[in-house]
């Protein structure tokens, strides 16, 4: 699986963001997919994940009531909706997947895309 993350960018603190990862490979639609983050001088943090089969999804005690992930499994893409983004916010967000149930750890996962900058001014 090769995965792609894109729609990072810089916005106002209080505002939105949609990152999406496209995976290419015929069996997207069995993987769990995640979001890690990194702040600068800080080591690579779970955001939240998605289940394959029931789209059970789990968010890191940080963004929970702030993100939103979602797949569609016809366009073998998943997203991160971002709301009411904060300084502390930013870093570079990678898409993760593996083919068991959802995990925290980095180790866990198989295949990573490349990240995508989000950079949230106050």
């Known amino acids: 699986v090769q995965l792609q993350a894109s729609g990072g960018g810089l916005v106002q603190a209080g505002g939105s963001l949609r990152l999406s990862c496209a995976a290419s490979?015929?069996?997207?639609?069995?993987?769990?997919m995640a979001w890690f983050r990194q702040a600068p001088g800080k080591e690579r943090e779970f955001v939240a994940a998605?289940?394959?089969?029931?789209?059970?999804?789990s968010y890191a005690e940080t963004v929970k009531g702030r993100f939103t992930i979602s797949r569609d499994n016809a366009k073998n893409t998943v997203y991160l909706q971002m709301n009411s983004l904060k300084p502390e916010d930013t870093a570079v967000y990678c898409c993760?997947?593996?083919?068991?149930?959802?995990?925290?750890?980095?180790?866990?996962?198989?295949?990573w895309g490349q990240g995508t900058q989000v950079t949230v001014s106050s």
């Open positions: 490979g015929r069996t997207f639609s069995t993987y769990t």
């Open positions: 993760a997947a593996r083919q068991r149930a959802p995990a925290v750890r980095t180790s866990e996962y198989d295949y």
């Open positions: 998605i289940t394959w089969a029931t789209y059970t999804t």
